[in-house]
Nanobody, 124 residues
Framework: QVQLVESGGGLVQAGGSLRLSCAAS????????MGWFRQAPGKEREFVAG????????VYADSVKSRFTISRDNGKNTLYLQMNSLKPEDTALYSC?????????????????WGQGTQVTVSS
């Protein structure tokens, strides 16, 4: 099983940027499709972005398209999420997840491996 640790969250003003990282260990990182999810207080966890094993396929939620960029470095066993033009509604706990799949699952239940999350707070 792969272990995942997120970092890079914090407090930022609206319009600002943050870069989240997700370090993987204990597994062959390149075998996993990876996803970023977020959960705001009182709301359900939602899919943000996903990337296939070799970065050949990438998908985004409509709410973050053109503002967020997901990427991965299989040599460094690390997943990234570059977040630009942040809005207060982006405030949430952001978690990375791994699924040993040739496709990019959008459902959180299809990801067996999760990190503990990193908090992103966007002030207005």
């Amino acid at each position: 099983q792969v272990q995942l640790v997120e970092s890079g969250g914090g407090l930022v003003q609206a319009g600002g940027s943050l870069r989240l990282s997700c370090a993987a260990s204990g597994g062959t990182f390149g075998r996993y499709a990876m996803g970023w999810f977020r959960q705001a207080p009182g709301k359900e966890r939602e899919f943000v972005a996903g990337i296939s094993r070799s970065s050949g396929s990438i998908v985004y939620a409509d709410s973050v398209k053109s503002r967020f960029t997901i990427s991965r470095d299989n040599g460094k066993n690390t997943l990234y999420l570059q977040m630009n033009s942040l809005k207060p509604e982006d405030t949430a706990l952001y978690s990375c997840a791994a699924a040993e799949s040739p496709f990019i699952p959008r459902l959180s239940t299809l990801y067996p491996n999760w990190g503990q999350g990193t908090q992103v707070t966007v002030s207005s």
